[in-house]
Nanobody, 125 residues
């Protein structure tokens, strides 16, 4: 059984930085493209960033470009999201997703087989 466990979410001030982690167990992490999504209260879940199985290719939603960075460590089965210059509008539950299905967009919530439970990030002004 594949499990994804996120950590690192907390309350911060605008302008602060934060690193989220997602550790995968029970599966073949090295074979999975991974992604981060987020969901703010009353809004749909939205794509944040994705990374290929090797880490050689990354993709970001426009509001995150230049502020967020996704990277992975295939030795400890963990994918990270480094967030800088945080804004109040970044407040959301952040979810890790794993194993992008073939021929599907990495920004599509339906494209992943595995999801974590989420970690709350709150940014105060």
């Amino acid at each position: 059984q594949v499990q994804l466990v996120e950590s690192g979410g907390r309350s911060v001030q605008a302008g602060d930085s934060l690193r989220l982690s997602c550790t995968v167990s029970g599966g073949s992490f090295m074979d999975y493209s991974m992604a981060w999504f987020r969901q703010a209260p009353g809004k749909e879940r939205e794509f944040v960033a994705s990374i290929s199985w090797s880490g050689g290719r990354t993709s970001y939603a426009d509001p995150m470009k230049g502020r967020f960075s996704i990277f992975r460590n295939n030795v400890n089965n963990t994918v990270y999201l480094q967030m800088t210059s945080l804004r109040p509008e970044d407040t959301a539950v952040y979810y890790c997703a794993g194993n992008l299905r073939l021929n599907m967009r990495d920004s599509d919530t339906r494209a992943y087989d595995y999801w974590g439970q989420g970690t709350q990030v709150t940014v105060s002004s």
